[in-house]
């Protein structure tokens, strides 16, 4: 997927095709995160889709849930999809980061081997 030390820098299109995929990546995993926090609220405290949907979306934003849970299943859950947000947070970050770094990283050793 990466070109190796050796290898010569890969073109612009090659690195813009790459930045489309660990973008595409990056969605699915933020889509899919949304979608269990959506659904995890409507089933645990009952909340409508868009209650749901909006609870999910603020603890994934950082901000913090809306309502206020009632049962202890959705404290619970509630909590465990805070530290769960916090960590898809960090592996996307590192996701949409990795082409990037990994271009200039190669393009400055690239300099050094010259």
């Not at 995993?29 to 979306?57: P, R």
């Not at 849930?65 to 996307?92: N, Q, R």
Request: net charge negative; charged share 15%; with cysteine.
């Amino acid at each position: 997927m990466y070109e190796r030390r050796h290898h010569p820098l890969a073109p612009q299109e090659h690195f813009l095709a790459r930045i489309v995929r660990h973008g595409a990546l990056a969605s699915l995993l933020m889509i899919g995160s949304l979608l269990v926090g959506i659904l995890g609220y409507h089933w645990l405290e009952g909340l409508s889709y868009v209650d749901a949907f909006v609870n999910a979306a603020m603890l994934m934003g950082g901000m913090g849930p809306v309502d206020t849970m009632h049962s202890d299943a959705a404290k619970l859950f509630a909590g465990c999809y805070a530290l769960y947000c916090g960590l898809v947070l960090l592996v996307v970050t590192g996701i949409l980061a990795a082409p990037v770094l990994h271009r200039l990283l190669h393009q400055f050793h690239l300099s050094d081997d010259e």
